[in-house]
């Protein structure tokens, strides 16, 4: 009893680093339970080298599942042997990070276990024994406590909130030969990479977002250039006013009728702030808001705020953060 | 071709949220409640099948009170030929949701069941998904564009990083993203016509919610932000600010 397991995602036969963050929840909160953190890899051959790596954030045992049908997502076949693993054991919860794979992958597990789902949580407590998971709902304009009548439960955890937590335990690769059912109704024919070809604005540690103040698509290349300055870790957003003008996909739209993001830094640039807008973003750790209407409601819920033309202000502070970073 | 579209009644996106008493429910009073936005691409991605396709009829489904009606009657107004509710308690479990639609699905057997890629409201992004492992039919999420090709259908989905096109078997079910899928309006004609298109009332097989809300709250208050100037010259206190005391650098 106690035990939690934490599916630790791969990508291109590397485990990504979101799934530091779901085992290092897994290992707390399994702490609190009384039981154990176990982690689970999906993979080709190989994939398991390195997967004891999850023990320096508390997996005691991870469970790897190696089969040249699980080299790529194939959602049938995931589900089917994340199910079977998690069935494996006697666990109190699966965790997934709440990642653009996962947000398909849980809800089919939870349905193959018969358990209910938790999406997107951003906080996983444990209350007299039983977890307590609190999640935004209506867009983040509130937010629900949560409680489970199943065991599993499942979760998916926002990326970025948790944080990543080192507590060495011994990472045991356990390798599963699982078995494999492709119906075959479903094939991927190809992808097609983005240009921006970076992160998701949903899972990116920084977001620099703009709004009607940038005034044309034409003038994304400022953003642009911001979001270069950032580093690998920065995605561009967008308000719902730019998509609806088609100046940016809906994709990258932050707000209740696009992605909730809660990012450690998020920038606001020529956004004024609907409340659609504001409930899909407070809950970023520091807020930068670039406006030149000095009651547009963004400063509200700005850290930071420059009131002024974003076109003067947006070349000086990529130039700045440039100078800041190469030092 | 025929297709079921599975929607959902939320309160409008741009509405302010109260929290009712008892902490477990929003106050509906003086709330203007629509249709789920992604539902809304999901029913005009089926119209468009069923234009293009020159035959079908689109049903449109909802799990909900008798105030869905309303919800369906709109759908209808913009083109559904026919509406089904199940009446019953939403949750937020979406797998005792998923079970319903399911069992009424089941006896429909479309080749196509769209969904809105998340409902408007508790945004779980889970229902599509799991009423397709419930039927054991393939299943693609935030799809953002597709074509059926005889007894397939091409999917270009919004993935991490890109797009990528997969190739389900019919039957199938989709969960769309806004995409090329822009609503049309209801008009006048529409609206007339809907109130003459079938609208069948039955209850819903509702498994016991396995989730429980125990308690709604409001996002915490963030502490006061401050201006740190006007214009260009702000710029380098903003980022020592950043670097300094956020440390978000």
Not at chain 1, 71 to 100: C, H, K, M, Q, W
Not at chain 1, 127 to 143: S, T
Not at chain 1, 196 to 225: F, Q, T, Y
Not at chain 2, 124 to 135: E, H, I
Request: glycine share 10%; hydrophobic share 45%.
């Amino acid at each position: 009893m106690g035990d939690i397991l934490a599916f630790a995602e791969q990508k291109d036969g590397e485990i990504r680093g979101v799934a530091a963050e779901v085992v290092s929840v897994a290992a707390s909160r399994a702490g609190e339970l009384g039981g154990q953190a176990h982690a689970v890899v999906l993979g080709g051959a190989g994939i398991g080298e390195g997967a004891d790596g999850l023990g320096a954030y508390g997996a005691e045992i991870v469970r790897v599942a190696e089969s040249e049908s699980l080299v790529t997502y194939n959602p049938e076949v995931y589900a089917t042997v994340v199910a079977e693993i998690a069935r494996s054991g006697n666990y109190d919860a699966v965790l997934f990070p709440a990642t653009a794979l996962c947000k398909d992958l849980a809800p089919r597990v939870a349905a193959l276990l018969d358990s209910a789902l938790a999406s997107d949580i951003t906080q996983l407590e444990v209350d007299e024994g039983e977890l307590v998971a609190v999640r935004p709902v209506y867009g983040g304009k509130a937010f629900a406590r949560i409680r489970f009548q199943c065991s599993p439960a499942v979760m998916s955890l926002r990326p970025n909130v948790f944080g990543v937590v080192e507590s060495p335990a011994s990472g045991v690769v356990e390798v599963v030969t699982p078995s494999i059912e492709d119906s075959g109704r479903s094939r991927v024919i190809e992808f097609q990479a983005s240009r921006s070809g970076s992160v998701d604005v949903s899972e990116a540690s920084i977001v620099v977002s703009g709004g009607r103040g940038m005034r044309g698509a034409e003038h994304w290349v400022l953003l642009e250039a911001l979001r270069d300055a950032l580093g690998p870790d920065a995605a561009l957003g967008a308000s719902r006013a730019v998509v609806d003008a088609g100046w940016r996909p809906h994709g990258e739209q932050v707000g209740q009728t696009g992605k909730t993001v809660a990012p450690k830094l998020y920038f606001a640039i020529g956004i004024s702030g609907a409340i659609q807008h504001l409930a899909g973003m407070r809950t970023a750790q520091t807020i930068v808001a670039v406006n030149k209407d000095a009651d547009a409601p963004i400063f509200g819920v700005a850290d930071y705020g420059i009131v002024g033309d974003v076109f003067e202000v947006l070349p000086r502070l990529t130039q700045e953060i440039s100078d800041s970073r190469s030092e | 071709m025929n297709s079921i579209v599975c929607i959902k009644r939320v309160p409008d996106t741009e509405a302010r949220v109260r929290i009712a008493e008892g902490e477990t429910s929003i106050e509906s009073d003086g709330v203007k409640y629509i249709m789920s936005p992604y539902d809304e691409f999901a029913l005009e991605a089926a119209l468009r099948t069923k234009e293009e396709g020159g035959e079908g009829e689109v049903t449109v489904l909802t799990l909900g009170d008798d105030s869905s009606q309303e919800t369906l009657r709109a759908a209808l107004a913009v083109g559904a030929d026919a509406a089904i509710l199940l009446q019953g308690t939403v949750t937020v479990d979406g797998l005792a949701t998923a079970k319903a639609l399911a069992a009424e699905l089941k006896q429909h057997d479309p080749p196509l069941v769209l969904f809105g890629v998340k409902s408007g409201d508790v945004d779980q992004q889970q229902v599509g998904p799991m009423v397709a492992t419930l039927l054991g039919r393939p299943c693609a999420s935030s799809v953002a564009g597709f074509t059926v090709d005889g007894d397939t259908v091409v999917c270009r989905r919004e993935a991490e990083g890109g797009v990528e096109v997969v190739e389900l078997d019919l039957p199938a079910v989709l969960t769309i993203t806004k995409g090329e899928f822009e609503p049309r309006y209801a008009s006048l004609k529409g609206i007339m016509a809907a109130k003459r298109k079938p609208l069948d009332v039955k209850g819903a097989e509702l498994a016991d919610s396995k989730l429980t809300v125990e308690r709604l709250e409001y996002p915490p208050e963030r502490a006061q932000g401050r201006i740190v100037g006007e214009g260009p010259d702000a710029v380098p206190e903003l980022v020592r600010g950043l670097r300094e005391e956020a440390n978000a650098l």
